[in-house]
């Protein structure tokens, strides 16, 4: 059977909002980024979905609750759904880092080598088999029951992407050229493991015209 995967960023925190590294850092979502969750959960009311995971960093967990916390599942939360460790450079900018790695944080930003650990913390490559590792247990949970299944994950960034490189087949230095918005939606259907994208980096409950309940063909609707 096919299972439907919700793949869900956390809203804003406050480590986006001070443009710190926060990997396995424990921070807080923003009041806007709780604001996003609300508009998220208003967006998926009716949406049937069948189990919730997420991540057991608080910025992930808060995120889940708000959307799904009403609608009486167990929210399962796993350390293997976390970001990435960033190791020493977890609660630093992008500046400051910058300034104490120089050339080298540049280059692995552009062209991320799979292997490089960062000091104290993990590859792409580690990030990957952990992630990957959790997700497929999920899908293998439950492909075979006796119908589809929707399934939601609320996690982060960088762990999403790596997921999305797995689904299309993509080499993992290829991650930072895939956008995630704060509470963007990502849809992918799997049938027997092998992932069909439906959507990506979707953010369209945030807009105005969302508010305003003009769900389909917005421009439509105003010219009429």
Known sequence: MAVKLFLIRHGESDGNVQRKFSGFKD????????????????????????????????????????IFGDRGKDIVASPNLREINFGIWEGMTFE????????????????PDEKTIIPQGESLAILNERVMNEVNRILQEHKNEEKDKTIAIICHGGAIRIILCNALNLELKNLWFIKQNSTALNIIEYYDHKGVISLLNDTSHLEDWWERGLKINPEKKKDE
């Open 27 to 66: 921070v807080d979502l923003t009041e806007k980024g709780i604001w996003q969750a609300n508009r998220l959960a208003r967006r998926l009311e009716g949406v049937q979905v069948d189990a919730v995971y997420c991540s057991d960093l608080k910025r992930a967990r808060h995120t889940a609750e708000i």
């Open 96 to 111: 400051e880092i910058k300034l104490r790695e120089g050339a080298k944080f540049t280059s692995w930003m552009k062209n």
